[in-house]
Structures are given as C-alpha cells and as structure tokens.
T-cell receptor
Framework: GAVVSQHPSRVICKSGTSVKIECRSLDFQATTMFWYRQFPKKSLMLMATSNEGSKATYEQGVEKDKFLINHASLTLSTLTVTSAHPEDSSFYIC??????????FGEGSWLTVV | AQSVAQPEDQVNVAEGNPLTVKCTYSVSGNPYLFWYVQYPNRGLQFLLKYITGDNLVKGSYGFEAEFNKSQTSFHLKKPSALVSDSALYFCAVRDRRQAGTALIFGKGTTLSVSS
C-alpha cells in the first residue's frame, strides 16, 4: 500500500540552529502534502499546505519565515524550522494526497530544541 | 468553516464491553469523515472513512462508525473492547467539494480499556 516516510523520526538541536524534516511519498506522486504540528496528547494543528512547484500556503498564525516549506519534487516535501527555540519542540506530522484523493500520513518527527 | 467536536477527553471501558467514542462535525457541504488512531509516540493509523453510501462503515480492528446526517454525528464503536485498543482517537472531516484539501481534526479522545 501507499507509504509516506518521514525523516528523521527524532532530532535534537540547539537553540538558534535550523533543522530540516523530510516527508517522502514512497510509491506514489503527491502534488499536495500537508504539515501538521501536535503537542503532547493534543490534536493535530494544520500548519501549511505544500504544493509541488509553488509556494506553500500557511495557516493563520504560522510564521512562514520560521517554518520554511519546500516541495521541489512530486515525492518530497521538506519542513525547515529556522532559528529553533525550545517552544518549537513538538511532534511534526506530514501527510500526502495519493490516488483517489486518499490522504496518507507519515510516522511523525519528534523535534526537541535544547 | 469546517470543524469537528469530540466532546469527551477520555473514555474508560472494561475489556469485553462495547465502546463508543463520540464525534460531531460541522461542514457547509457534504462531508468526508474519518477516524484515526494514534499510539504513544507514533503517527496516525487510518481506521475507517465515510464517503457515500451505507451509513454504517466498517473499518480496521473491528471498529465501525455510523454516519448520522440529521445529528451531524459520526460516532466510533466497537462491540467488544480490547486492552490493546487503548490509544488516542481522532475524528476528522473534509468538505467533499474541496478535493485535495487537508483534514481537519477533532481534539482527540483518549480511550482506556481496563482488564
């Protein structure tokens, strides 16, 4: 079946540095991918919609200069957290739209900023 | 605007008893409705979805859900709970008129099944 892969699954970075999270659709092409953020035991908050070959669409309240999204190919979208701070620590999940508009989710990436 | 409400933060049930996790939705058009489960430190696993047709939808691991248009509900049910069903459950909605848009999630309900 369709699989969406995220990498890394866990990352620790120092305050002020940047970290990149990758989201790949492994056996289908995804023109649209979504990035969510989840706090512990909380719901998934949509951050942005990533469209291949164009700029991402950010949800209200999400800083586009802080959370850089690039969707350079039909199988890869990246989320870069720039100048990370401890409050950026969270679980980030991507999803991709596959055949028949079915949405598939990645396993998520834990970011800890120290 | 689309929204999903899961009125219960936590549901507790004894193993072997039936379980229900509630979900109501608000969408301007006709909805696509989904249930996902999340185990600790893991991503989301798809359980079932309602697209059209029969209001009773059967999904993975013995779960089912019934779409009730008049009550705008899509409650998740299972006839006999297992301890391994303990997890965080999310209801989600998407407006079928907006193909390819993101799912909007409820806040989640923690299911705890005791042995």
């Amino acid at each position: 079946g369709a699989v969406v892969s995220q990498h890394p699954s866990r990352v620790i970075c120092k305050s002020g540095t940047s970290v990149k999270i990758e989201c790949r659709s492994l056996d289908f092409q995804a023109t649209t991918m979504f990035w969510y953020r989840q706090f512990p035991k909380k719901s998934l908050m949509l951050m942005a919609t990533s469209n291949e070959g164009s700029k991402a669409t950010y949800e209200q309240g999400v800083e586009k200069d802080k959370f850089l999204i690039n969707h350079a190919s039909l199988t890869l979208s990246t989320l870069t957290v720039t100048s990370a701070h401890p409050e950026d620590s969270s679980f980030y999940i991507c999803s991709a739209v596959g055949r028949g508009n079915t949405i598939y989710f990645g396993e998520g990436s834990w970011l800890t900023v120290v | 605007a689309q929204s999903v409400a899961q009125p219960e933060d936590q549901v507790n049930v004894a193993e072997g008893n039936p379980l229900t996790v509630k979900c109501t939705y608000s969408v301007s058009g006709n909805p696509y409705l989904f249930w996902y489960v999340q185990y600790p430190n893991r991503g989301l696993q798809f359980l079932l979805k309602y697209i059209t047709g029969d209001n009773l939808v059967k999904g993975s691991y013995g779960f089912e859900a019934e779409f009730n248009k008049s009550q705008t509900s899509f409650h998740l049910k299972k006839p006999s709970a297992l301890v391994s069903d303990s997890a965080l459950y999310f209801c989600a909605v998407r407006d079928r008129r907006q193909a390819g848009t993101a799912l909007i999630f409820g806040k989640g309900t923690t299911l705890s099944v005791s042995s």
